[in-house]
Nanobody, 118 residues
Framework: QVQLVESGGGLVQAGGSLRLSCAASGSIFSIGTMGWYRQAPGKQRELVATKTKGGSTNYGDSVKGRWTISRDNAKNTVYLQMNSLKPEDTAVYYC????????????WGQGTQVTVSS
């Protein structure tokens, strides 16, 4: 089992910045790609950004060029630096960790609220 604990959400004005953190514990040897997804009210959960153990990244179109995902494998922690925030970025942000093998379990954090005021 893997536990994911997120921190860093909150309320910020448009144009501001926030940094989310997600620390993994438990069976960390089984973790491959880590990343972030978000879900706004009435919308489906969507990809924000992911990063593999080897460092490859993938970003959702709406955040490309504004946000950066980073990862500290030694600390089993993934970060999301969010700059130039917009009201439409308001959502619950979930940390995600995937197993290293196909078909293995996938883990989710409890979610952290990010609210961007206009």
């Amino acid at each position: 089992q893997v536990q994911l604990v997120e921190s860093g959400g909150g309320l910020v004005q448009a144009g501001g910045s926030l940094r989310l953190s997600c620390a993994a514990s438990g069976s960390i040897f089984s973790i491959g790609t880590m990343g972030w997804y978000r879900q706004a009210p009435g919308k489906q959960r969507e990809l924000v950004a992911t990063k593999t153990k080897g460092g490859s990244t993938n970003y959702g179109d709406s955040v490309k060029g504004r946000w950066t995902i980073s990862r500290d494998n030694a600390k089993n922690t993934v970060y999301l630096q969010m700059n130039s925030l917009k009201p439409e970025d308001t959502a619950v942000y979930y940390c995600n960790a995937k197993s290293t093998w196909v078909g293995g379990p996938e883990y989710w954090g409890q979610g952290t609220q990010v609210t961007v005021s206009s």
